[in-house]
Structures are given as structure tokens and as C-alpha cells.
């Protein structure tokens, strides 16, 4: 997307199948040549993010002293990989514990990310982790109390848990949007969706109890939903709010940034990287 320091005035959707920078590489090249920093963002597939408990060193020396305590977590060899530890909050967990999220990925992915930017005269400021991204956008709308982000792709999803400027809590979800849609559909599949709200709706609720309990950073009054990138949540999230009994709503900021006229709104990966925009205008 480009942002002009206040709102988004072009983005660039991928077709339907389409992956990879090809599609955005053709995209670039219909945009006027402009002297503006680059953000990027990792792809959920292209990189790990673990919670564990921090090694009692200072934080410049945190991630270094990380690397060989995920060593038997990573799915890749240690020396492929770029490790970058963040230490939660000293309020989390009560103070009993030190943890730290640590994010691994590969080290060659990198590379080619550097590479495609430099082949095309791109000055790239940084490379980041949707779950910080989105701590920018959460961080920027100046809310006093935990909030919840909830992200469904079509298969799959995540939850997100932040307060006072701090990621708490990731967990990765096994449902999405297109296991959550009974409309229209035979009263089988009506019933399996049923189901799989259910599901959802336990693995939110057990997520929240463990920010509330074990973290120990209070209740979480409501969900902030991100609008899917294909597809909609419409008909899912009354039903999920009336399970959960708390709010479950869709965040939407377009009256705040969005400047591309009929334009169809700002959806979850349009809004992660409006997060790693942020993070440059703060």
C-alpha cells in the first residue's frame, strides 16, 4: 500500500490464486517513482513465533542469548535461522516470570526479501512481524483497557492480545472464516459450521481465561475482529458473540485512514501493513 502520513491513498490486492511478489512488483511499476521508505511484513508461513521464558540477561543481549534455548522448538536448523527475542512486560505473569516472545526465520527468506527490494530501488527501513504491526495500529487508537484482535483467513486464524503498548498473548487457530458459514447451506454443513463455532468459540474463551488467570492482566471485555481479505464474517459473529457473551465486532478504521475513493474498506492484511506504517510515523 502507499501512505502519504495520514491515510491510504493506493493499495494493491492480489488476484484470486496469486502468491508471491510478481503480481506487487507489477503494481510498483504503475505508481510514480516516489523517494518514501518501505515497510515490510512476514507472511504468517515464513516465520515462527514462540513464548518461553526469558534468559536473565540484559535486552540488548536477549535475542543472542534466545537462540540456543528454541534451538529443539524450530523447525529449521538454528544456523538458517535469524532468532529476535522481545521480553513481555515485567506486569506479566504476575512478575513470577520473565518470558519473552522469540520469532525465528529463515535466513535466506531475508535475503531474498533485501534482494527484491534493492533490484528495484527500494528503500527498505524494515522487516516485521504482523503481530507488531498490528501492536502499532492497536497502540495508535489510544485505548486504556486490554483488546483482543481476532484474525480468520479462510482456514485458519489467530488471536492477538495487547495492552498498554505490549503484545501478551498469540494463539494460533486451526479455523476461519469459511468453516464459520452456514448460509444457504444444506442442513449438514449448517451443523457442521455450528460445530465449528463452537470450537472457535471454546479456544477464544480458554485464551482469554489464560490472559486472565495465568498472565494475570484482567479480563478481556470485547474482541476487535479484522475483515477478512476474501470472504465475510456477517453472518458468524452475532452468533459468536451470543456464545462468548461479551462483543464480538468488526474493526473498521476506513473513516481514519482509508483515502481511496469506493474503495471496499481495509481489510486484515491491509491493516497489518498500515501498522508497519505507523510504527514509522510515530
Request: aromatic share 6%; net charge negative; hydrophobic share 40%.
Amino acid at each position: 500500500m502507499h501512505f502519504n502520513g495520514s491515510g491510504v491513498t493506493q493499495c494493491y490486492r492480489p488476484a484470486d490464486g496469486e502468491s508471491g511478489l510478481e503480481g506487487l512488483s507489477q503494481w510498483l511499476q504503475q505508481l510514480p517513482a516516489v523517494n518514501a521508505p518501505v515497510h515490510m511484513m512476514l507472511d504468517h508461513q515464513d516465520y515462527e513465533l514462540h513464548m518461553v521464558e526469558a534468559a536473565p540477561v540484559p535486552d540488548e543481549e536477549l535475542s543472542d542469548a534466545m537462540r540456543f534455548r528454541v534451538k529443539d522448538m524450530l523447525s529449521m536448523p538454528l544456523e538458517d535461522a535469524i532468532v529476535q527475542a522481545t521480553r513481555l512486560p515485567a506486569d506479566a505473569y504476575r512478575g513470577r516470570q520473565d518470558m519473552a516472545f522469540v520469532s525465528a526465520v529463515r535466513r535466506d527468506h531475508i535475503r531474498k526479501l533485501v534482494k527484491w527490494c534493492h533490484n528495484r530501488d527500494l528503500e527498505l527501513q524494515q522487516i516485521s512481524l504482523p503481530e507488531f504491526s498490528l501492536l502499532n495500529l492497536v497502540t495508535a487508537q489510544l485505548v486504556e483497557h486490554s483488546v483482543a484482535l481476532l484474525r480468520l483467513d479462510e482456514h485458519s486464524g489467530a488471536l492477538y492480545v495487547y495492552y498498554d503498548g505490549a503484545l501478551y498473548l498469540v494463539r494460533s487457530l486451526a479455523i476461519g472464516y469459511a468453516d464459520l458459514q452456514s448460509s444457504n447451506a444444506s442442513e449438514a454443513l449448517a451443523l457442521d459450521s455450528n460445530e465449528q463455532l463452537e470450537r472457535l468459540a471454546l479456544e477464544l474463551q480458554r485464551s482469554m481465561d489464560f490472559y486472565e488467570s495465568q498472565i494475570g492482566m484482567g479480563s478481556i471485555g470485547q474482541i476487535w475482529v479484522l475483515k477478512p481479505d476474501q470472504g465475510d464474517l456477517d453472518e458468524p459473529l452475532p452468533r459468536l458473540e451470543d456464545v462468548l457473551n461479551i462483543p464480538v465486532r468488526q474493526i473498521s478504521l476506513d473513516s481514519l485512514y482509508n483515502q481511496m475513493p469506493g474503495d471496499t474498506g481495509l481489510s486484515a492484511s491491509l491493516l497489518t501493513a498500515l501498522g508497519g506504517c505507523l510504527s514509522h510515523e510515530s
